[in-house]
Each structure stands twice: as structure tokens, then as C-alpha cells.
């Protein structure tokens, strides 16, 4: 299973980006995927998270509202939208995946619960 986050870049506060993750291996609805993030100096964060079924999704408080999560089964792609980022949101961002047969409508927000990880893609937020 590869994991392949792209879509990283500099971005004005204010303004809007979109993170892409290409999940090959496996069929691709086996997955629930979440994303997580290190900023400078600090651990790798949970910040957002979808379920098999893409029904459901759960935010870390700090990006609720701002940032928005979605998969499209078809392109075996995750995407994670980046409305109003701030310099705070400045981190290398890590899409994950965990293969889950059993339940369709289950999200997950540990680092321990994931199975794969992509390599990361870097997120610039200027002021």
C-alpha cells in the first residue's frame, strides 16, 4: 500500500489550499484515512479524519469550521481543503490510511490506529 500526499505549497493567510492523497494497493474503500501534521519544533498532530464511507468525519478543534475533509472512491483520493489558513497551520502535513473491513462508518484520530502513512507534504501559511 503507497500513500502519496501532494498539493503542499505557500499559501497567503486568508486564502485557500487543497491537499491531495492517492491510496494505490488494496481496494481503496477498505480504507478510513485521516491526516496529521508537524509543525516546526513540534509532534505530529491529529487534524482531520474520514470514514470508509466518507459519511463521517471528525476535525481537531483547531481547524473545525476552516478545514474540510473528503474522498472520492473513484479516484482513490483523499483531499483535505484548506479554507482561511493561518501561520499556525504552517507544518508538513501526513496523510494516513487504515485498513478497516468491518466497519463502514468509523473514523480514527490516534497516530496508533493507522497502518500506512504517505511522506508528507509541506504547508506555508504567510502573514
Known amino acids: 500500500v503507497q500513500l502519496q500526499a501532494s498539493g503542499g505549497g505557500l499559501v497567503q493567510a486568508g486564502g485557500s489550499l487543497r491537499l491531495s492523497c492517492v491510496v494505490s494497493?488494496?481496494?481503496?474503500?477498505?480504507?478510513?484515512v485521516g491526516w496529521f501534521r508537524r509543525a516546526p519544533g513540534k509532534e505530529r498532530e491529529f487534524v482531520a479524519a474520514?470514514?470508509?464511507?466518507?459519511?463521517?468525519?471528525y476535525y481537531a478543534d483547531s481547524v473545525k469550521g476552516r478545514f474540510t475533509i473528503s474522498r472520492d472512491n473513484a479516484k482513490n483520493t483523499v483531499y483535505h481543503q484548506m479554507n482561511i489558513p493561518k501561520p499556525e497551520d504552517t507544518a508538513v502535513y501526513y496523510c494516513?490510511?487504515?485498513?478497516?473491513?468491518?466497519?463502514?462508518?468509523?473514523?480514527?484520530?490516534?497516530?496508533?490506529?493507522?497502518?500506512?502513512w504517505g511522506q508528507g507534504t509541506l504547508v506555508t501559511v504567510s502573514s
Open positions: 474520514i470514514s470508509r464511507s466518507g459519511g463521517m468525519t
Open positions: 494497493g488494496r481496494t481503496f474503500e477498505s480504507y478510513a
Open positions: 494516513a490510511a487504515r485498513d478497516q473491513n468491518t466497519y463502514w462508518h468509523v473514523y480514527y484520530t490516534g497516530e496508533r490506529d493507522y497502518d500506512y
